[in-house]
């Protein structure tokens, strides 16, 4: 007889919000699953636990239309029957930025608080793949234990289903792999032919990888109602399986059991990617590309913009509005789950993901605005208008600079606070309905019309504060001249850039000499995946923008040089003529190269008309670094990555569930380097690279990528069934008009030393702009206090360690700071300073809880780990 295992039998669900069906269609069954669930703990003692999916989007969805049962689900919290959290929902962890998981982690614990104590478990049984710094943010929130389903194999280092995990910082946690997923023990037949017919093989799987012999069987699927006679189905399994012992317990008992035998578990690190023995999607980063792009966008005016905003106009002593903010984050949170960021939906779900990213970005466009009117309304009384600029960054920047300002004159001029003229460039000019600036102006017949001027100029901003220009109107101001690049396409001091006569261009770094040739090439092939997976034809025909005639038109502004590159590329209309090599499709394409003055990124937005399915879009960028590693930012660090997995070559004999494609995601930047010379990608959204050549190696940046069904079976790539189902999914064809965007940014030594991460943040962080003028179409009533008319919070170094979060903290007065090394390989020092302003300092978990062992100090500064992120509460000395 076998060694004995004990199984421990844990009721739950997994609850998708939306997928191939709506968020409604789910609620309905979360409303009739919920009274099942809760009548049943109510009234047997032995049915022990219920585990509510780790998220608490699930309760506030049931809340929603049931709100008399909270203190039904209260008791059955407090008694630790019902389990819940610590999510607010189950999270992608490749896609969505840390402060994103952070959040999640933060209100979802924060929503179980007001029931009882949440699961301390980073519970992911189905996100596609894990970061290598989920250990890290979970040690941020007190967990300890993680257990997740897909991404692992035996190359990662054992091939045991537990071990303990480690992020790069050295954060720990004890994880337990469900191996053959979270739905094993789902529907359990009651007679014996039934139950060995489903579990014979299962159980010879689950001990052979357990070195605990603890084993997992989980009771439970998407959707599923909680399976009445699981007390016959567990007596028919001890009849049996006399040899095992079959327990309902909670997943902390098999913790306990892990934790026991701590000395045995092998220690593993790094992100876990690997699709042998479940599919984790490698390529899903660039399905409905329009969603992708739309998520970084909003995650970056979050984070980067509003947060540390509102906590400015906290400091100067205005409402910082958590509930707002709440509402806004939950929005997109929502769109975090595993399949709506993931965007493998039908049509009607990504309209409804779609509607959420637009409200929460306009909560965010509105709320940045209110902020910086509060801020500017309250300034000491001028005659002039006011053009005030806010630098979001925790260093003073050089930037140059296009806003809009409004006024009632033909001319004006810009006026510094010591009275100095202010040069500017006019790049558009048009008269407006002064109905669109204040309706009451017209409605007491006053019919002079408004100008508004498009300007450009530049100017050095204070760290994370502002500085306020004056408009004096009437007047003649002091115009830039527009910026000349005689024997050059674009050339700056950093910068001269040549065209190809392929449409192609030619960077020359003036500094280093590395040259980089046929830049910004369109390649576009076949796509015969789903939205789950990129693949190609199996008889792949690639075309190239360099095929194709281009127009070209330069614009130089005052402090800017633009090349606008459009060409029209005939491609197949679909897969069926790519194989007869037809051209009847099309794709329009646009590209609008940037070179300020002074900068040393080459800024550039591409504006696709795409009129054809099945394929995909990519921008390659070619480098002359001979090179076999790529390096990426991750959460709160980042991740090197062979340009090549090897098991490529082998995967289809191995048994793979997927090809391992070196498909690989970014947050905001990648960097390829040789020697000391580098460059580095930025990107907004477009979160989907691979690094291609046999020996000099080029960036190839997804731009789009365009299928017609949720899932579909026999893929190049992925053979065997259809990932999901087989369901029309015309929309993610992505016709129509795509805009994104990134940038160039060349380095030399290490990317910590060049202040590459700090340097991605700044170009995601565009200086925000308010003009005040006497008219507003809303009235607010002012402060009884003033002001000042420039300000600087604080102040960190342009190098190093890297702010991740500004804002106030969520249950006192005081400032959360949150900085991170974003080197893997060496630590760094830094300090954080606020002016002259004294401050005391303790440091906290992510959740804001002050550590026990931190005391409070005056100031930030301190060493920072490889990857590792510390977070301070701030308050006045």
Not at 87 to 110: A, P
Not at 139 to 166: P, V, Y
Not at 545 to 564: F, N, P, T
Not at 605 to 629: E, G, K, M
Request: net charge negative; aromatic share 8%; hydrophobic share 35%.
């Amino acid at each position: 007889m076998k060694a004995l295992s004990r199984v421990h039998i844990t009721p739950h669900m997994h609850w998708d919000r939306e997928w191939y069906f709506t968020t409604e269609e789910s609620r309905i069954l979360l409303v009739n699953n919920m009274e099942e669930i809760l009548t049943r703990l109510e009234q047997d003692a032995e049915y022990k636990y219920y585990v509510l999916d780790g998220q608490t989007a699930v309760l506030e969805d049931y809340f929603a239309v049931k709100p008399e049962n909270r203190e039904r689900v209260r008791a059955l919290v407090q008694a630790g029957r019902l389990i819940i959290g610590p999510w607010y929902t189950q999270t992608d962890t490749t896609i969505v930025s840390g402060e994103s998981i952070v959040r999640n982690l933060m209100y979802g614990m924060r929503d179980c608080m007001a029931f009882g104590e949440p699961m301390k478990i980073g519970y992911l049984p189905d996100s596609f793949g894990m970061s290598g710094q989920l250990p890290h943010i979970y040690n941020g929130f007190g967990i300890r234990r993680a257990m997740f389903w897909r991404g692992c194999s035996e190359r990662h280092g054992t091939d045991k289903t537990e071990f303990l995990w480690q992020s790069n910082d050295g954060s720990e946690v004890a994880a337990q792999v469900l191996p053959l997923g979270y739905a094993i023990g789902k529907y359990l037949p009651e007679d014996e032919a039934g139950l060995r017919k489903r579990l014979d093989s299962y159980f010879d799987v689950l001990e052979k990888a357990s070195l605990t012999q603890e084993i997992l069987l989980p009771n439970g699927h998407d959707q599923m109602p909680l399976q009445q006679n699981i007390f016959a189905v567990m007596d028919k399994l001890r009849e049996i399986y006399p040899q095992r012992r079959f327990v309902m317990s909670r997943f902390e008992e098999v913790f306990e059991q892990i934790e026991a035998q701590r000395e045995q578990l092998a220690t593993l690190t790094g992100e876990f990617i690997d699709g042998k023995y479940m599919r984790v999607h490698r390529t899903i980063g660039s399905t409905r590309m329009d969603i992708k792009i739309a998520h970084g966008r909003i995650e970056n005016k979050i984070v980067n913009l509003l947060e540390p905003l509102a906590t400015i106009a906290w400091k100067l002593g205005f409402e910082y509005h958590h509930g707002l903010l709440e509402k806004m984050w939950k929005e997109i949170l929502k769109n975090h789950a595993h399949d709506s960021i993931g965007c493998c939906c039908s049509d009607k779900v990504h309209r409804e993901i779609v509607a959420r990213f637009e409200l929460a970005e306009d909560m965010a466009d509105n709320l940045i605005r209110f902020y910086m009117r509060k801020i500017v309304d309250n300034m000491p009384q001028s005659d002039h208008d006011k053009l005030v600029m806010f630098n979001l960054m925790p260093w003073p920047r050089e930037e140059v600079i296009n806003t809009t300002v409004r006024l009632r004159a033909s001319q004006f001029r810009l006026l510094d606070d010591k009275g100095n003229e202010i040069p500017f460039f006019i790049r558009h000019a048009r008269e407006i309905d002064p109905g669109l600036i204040d309706r009451q102006i017209v409605h007491y017949g006053n019919y002079e019309p408004f100008m508004e001027f498009d300007i450009q100029l530049s100017q050095i901003l204070p760290s994370m504060g502002y500085r306020t220009l004056y408009i004096e109107p009437h007047k003649a101001g002091r115009l830039q001249l527009a910026t000349t690049s005689p024997d050059a396409l674009l050339e700056n001091a950093f910068w001269q850039i040549t065209l190809n006569s392929d449409g192609t261009l030619r960077l020359r770094d003036k500094e280093s000499g590395v040259i980089y040739d046929r830049v910004l090439e369109i390649e576009e092939g076949s796509d015969d995946g789903d939205e789950y997976d990129y693949s190609p034809a199996r008889e792949e025909w690639l075309l190239s923008s360099a095929q194709c005639q281009h127009e070209v038109d330069v614009i130089h502004e005052g402090w800017q040089s633009r090349a606008l590159i459009r060409c029209r590329m005939a491609v197949p209309l679909n897969l069926a003529e790519r194989a007869a090599r037809q051209r009847s499709g099309s794709l329009g394409i646009e590209m609008e190269v940037t070179l300020s003055r002074h900068s040393r990124r080459i800024e550039v937005a591409v504006r696709l008309d795409n009129q054809a399915d099945d394929h995909r879009v990519r921008v390659l960028i070619p480098t002359p670094f001979v090179t076999d590693h790529v390096l990426a930012d991750t959460q709160f660090g980042t991740q090197t990555r062979p340009v090549r997995d090897e098991a490529m070559t082998s995967w289809q004999e191995e048994g793979w569930k997927e090809a391992p494609v070196p498909v690989w995601n970014l947050l905001s930047y990648a960097t390829l380097q040789e020697g000391r010379n580098g460059l580095a990608l930025f990107s907004e959204g477009l979160r989907e690279f691979e690094v291609v050549g046999e020996r000099q190696k080029s960036f190839a940046l997804t731009l789009l990528r365009g299928v017609g069904l949720l899932g579909k079976e026999e893929l190049l790539l992925r053979p065997g069934r259809p990932s999901g189902i087989k369901m029309p999914v015309p929309d993610s064809q992505v016709r129509g008009l795509l805009h994104c965007r990134f940038s160039l940014f060349s380095f030399s030594g290490s990317p910590l030393n060049a202040g590459v991460a700090q340097q991605a943040r700044a170009w995601l962080t565009p200086v925000q702009c308010y003009n005040k003028i006497p008219w507003d179409a809303m009235k607010l009533n002012k402060a009884t206090f003033i002001t000042p008319q420039s300000f600087s919070l604080l102040a960190v170094p342009p190098v190093g360690c890297v702010l991740s979060t500004l804002k106030k903290a969520e249950d006192r007065d005081e400032i959360i700071v949150r900085l991170f090394n974003p080197s893997e390989t060496v630590s760094c020092d830094t300090t954080l300073s606020f002016g002259n302003e004294t401050v005391r300092c303790h440091e906290t978990g992510m959740d804001e809880v002050p550590l026990e062992e931190s005391e409070a100090g005056e100031g930030i500064a301190g060493t920072f780990r490889p990857c590792q992120s510390r977070t301070f509460s701030v308050k006045r000395g």
